[in-house]
């Protein structure tokens, strides 16, 4: 499995120390950022996971570098979400926060959010095409090369 993020991504939606405080598992509190490595990418493993659960379904995995920012973003995003989780402290900002995600990566699954250009081997143009209809012209083409 791929990871799409990184500890210092997570740092974009969280300050270091709390991340830190999430992530330690020290009973005197004395964690520091190398020392709670190994639980956050446990939460970056979890985040991606999700992201590649809806993803699976409507493109080849793993994604191919570089990686779109929204991939990075989400995955961020619900890395931070599982690190709250683990304690029991997923409150109603960061609950809508996950929501707003996982709704993000249904849209893609859906096919109504796309992450870059269409597969090759996908056409252009649409299955159906859709049939215009407009009133008729009121003045022809010698009508406007008079002016």
Same mark, same amino acid.
């Given at each position: ?5 990184? &500890?210092?991504?997570? $740092? @974009? ?6 991340? =830190? ?22 939460? =970056?493993? $979890? ?9 699976? @379904?409507?493109?080849?995995? &793993?994604? &191919?570098?570089?990686? &779109? ?7 961020? $995003?619900?890395?931070?979400?599982? +690190? ?7 409150? /109603? ?8 995600? +996982?709704?993000? +990566? ?5 096919? $109504? ?12 143009? /649409? ?21």
């Amino acid at each position: 499995m791929s990871t799409y993020c990184t &500890p210092d991504d997570m $740092r @974009t939606w969280l300050p270091e120390n709390e991340l =830190i405080q999430l992530a330690d598992d020290s009973l005197d509190g004395s964690g520091t950022w190398e020392s709670v490595a190994e639980v956050l990418e446990d939460a =970056i493993e $979890r985040g991606s996971a999700e992201v590649d659960g809806y993803l699976e @379904t409507v493109m080849e995995l &793993p994604l &191919p570098t570089p990686l &779109p920012g929204l991939v990075k973003s989400l995955a961020a $995003r619900l890395a931070v979400s599982a +690190l709250l989780l683990r304690r029991g402290a997923l409150g /109603p900002d960061w609950e809508a926060e996950r929501a707003r995600c +996982l709704r993000t +990566l249904e849209r893609i699954a859906d096919g $109504r959010l796309r992450l870059g250009a269409e597969p090759a081997e996908q056409s252009a143009m /649409p299955d159906t095409l859709i049939e215009v209809s407009t009133p008729a012209r009121l003045w022809g083409d010698d009508t406007w090369r008079k002016f």
